[in-house]
């Protein structure tokens, strides 16, 4: 058993908190749950197991893997093993799952999916299904004996010396790219716990918490809900994704689970205030809602506010890069019609700058891009060093000694409150009739508008052309008043467009890359 703290990582805080309390429950999905105790036990068998068929390269594990207590298993078991993982979601494309096999390039490919066909995937590598691996677990590879005359005592202990150390990799989170092709992001494990630990002091989880895990597996956000559990004993439910398509199902999900933390996209939540699934059903448990991914609409947030008027609401920003989380705003307050919220003050071990195009501090006040700092940032690209070193600059700003940095690609202000207020991507600014327009703030101003649940405007700068996509009831007429109303005729839309969804990357993000294409095509 491990005991050691000072590793900081996600297996040694796993043994201590599955000692503290093994018959708790840690994990739940649609096919049953399991406790602390079990799940330590098993995923140190697996992790013993598949010991023998890491590389010792350092290539880590491409695992393809269903939102089922099978994920944190695996990825757990990949620690035990001494390496590190690659997940991809099993409900991707056959061809997106392809192409994230190839950019991974590992070895070996776990299958962890029920009923995944390995086959069809192209890998030329070695495959192994986890129930292959299982089956080996329970044999002599995951117990007394593993041919070669080593008793379990002695599996154990060679178990624990491939245990990882905090700065050792933890993951490779695949994200979208401005290229079109994916980019891996490398997390260790001692970002990831001092987000986590940070995290959950501040939104204050504990183990008498329940969280409904809403990310795919695959996606950063997911790390909350695979690893909370980890570090502070609270229980998770991996709901299914169906469920979030059926919002009435969902709720009584939550309540059946007596959920009392959600930890969602913003687009969830705007999903559910749009069909008022609270007239419906109501959430008897839950008692902390946090949402980033996107701009929340105001009117969405009272809604949840008004139907939970003792929850804890959080609004919280970051990039992959910085371990999912920089900066984060507690909504003490019932929200105005057409209030912006911030994304608030930076944790405990980040650290955040506003700097200009010339890498330098910007005036008190201005917009500058958002730089992050400390202990949260990615080891780097996957393959990718090139990428690494323009993405991670060494810089020496404001007179402090030379440090590393993430430029994020956001711009953001300084509030006279010590907030961060955020203004949308770098490369969604442009320059239309002279003026500096942020498509971000033309979403912002459509989505106040009820009726509309999401807005994502796009600019086609050969036609001087801006094109407004938008889901929800609303018509393109009461959106384009709506916005003649609230902003300049400069930044108002020439065309609108609805649609029954917004297309979204792998990741969640919406694909403005197909929207342009679209919407060149609809001009055309």
């Not at 919406?510 to 342009?516: A, G, I, K, T």
Request: proline share 6%; glycine share 10%.
């Amino acid at each position: 058993m491990l005991t050691d703290m000072k590793s900081g990582s996600l297996t040694s805080c796993l043994e201590r908190t599955a000692a503290a309390m093994p018959g708790k429950v840690m994990f739940i999905d649609e096919y049953g749950s399991i406790t602390f105790g079990d799940f330590v036990e098993k995923a140190r068998r697996l992790g013993r197991a598949l010991r023998k068929y890491i590389d010792e390269g350092g290539d880590g594990v491409a695992v393809i893997v269903d939102k089922s207590i099978r994920a944190p298993l695996v990825y757990a078991a990949v620690m035990y093993a001494g390496s590190f993982y690659l997940p991809i979601d099993s409900t991707l494309p056959t061809a997106r799952k392809k192409q994230l096999i190839g950019i991974a390039s590992t070895p070996l490919l776990l299958v962890a999916a029920r009923g995944q066909d390995a086959d069809e995937l192209g890998f030329t590598g070695m495959t192994l299904a986890y129930d292959d691996l299982e089956a080996l677990a329970s044999g002599p590879a995951g117990n007394a004996d593993d041919g070669d005359g080593r008793d379990a005592a002695s599996q154990a202990a060679l178990s624990d010396t491939g245990a990882p150390e905090g700065g050792d990799p933890l993951c490779v989170i695949f994200t979208s790219g401005s290229t079109g092709t994916p980019k891996g992001v490398t997390l260790s494990h001692s970002a990831v716990l001092r987000y986590l630990e940070d995290f959950a002091r501040i939104v204050g989880l504990g183990p008498e918490d329940r969280l409904a895990g809403q990310s795919p597996p695959d996606y950063v956000a997911a790390l909350r809900d695979l690893y909370f559990p980890f570090i502070c004993g609270a229980s998770t439910c991996l709901a299914p994704k169906r469920l979030f398509s059926f919002p009435t199902g969902l709720f009584e999900y939550l309540n059946e689970h007596r959920a009392t933390a959600l930890f969602w996209v913003a687009p969830v939540l705007s999903y559910c205030a749009e069909f008022k699934v609270f007239d419906a059903v109501g959430l008897d448990t839950v008692n902390k809602v946090v949402f980033t991914g996107s701009v929340l609409p105001s009117a969405h947030l009272r809604y949840w506010q008004n139907h939970l008027p003792g929850a804890m609401f959080m609004n919280h920003y970051g990039p992959t890069e910085a371990t999912a989380t920089v900066s984060y705003y507690i909504v003490s307050h019932a929200v105005a019609e057409s209030e912006d919220l911030p994304i608030g003050v930076p944790l405990p071990a980040v650290g955040v700058e506003l700097l200009g195009e010339d890498a330098l501090p910007v005036a008190e006040g201005e917009i500058g891009e958002i730089y992050v700092r400390g202990g949260g940032l990615a080891i780097g690209y996957w393959r990718d060093a090139d990428l690494t070193a323009r993405s991670f600059p060494v810089l020496t700003v404001g007179g402090r000694a030379a440090e590393r940095y993430f430029r994020t690609g956001d711009m953001g202000r300084l509030l006279p409150d010590g907030n961060l207020a955020f203004h949308g991507r770098k490369d969604l600014l442009i320059k239309l009739m002279g003026h500096r327009v942020e498509l971000a703030e033309i979403e912002r101003a459509a989505a106040r508008l009820d009726g509309v649940t999401e807005a994502i405007c796009v600019y086609d700068p050969e036609r001087t052309l801006l094109t407004l996509f938008y889901t929800g009831p609303a018509t393109d007429g009461n959106l384009a008043k709506y916005l003649r109303m609230n902003l300049p005729d400069f930044m108002i839309p020439r065309r609108f467009h609805g649609l029954g969804e917004i297309p979204r990357l792998p990741g969640g993000k919406p694909d403005r890359r197909h929207l342009r294409d679209l919407a060149i095509d609809l001009a055309s």
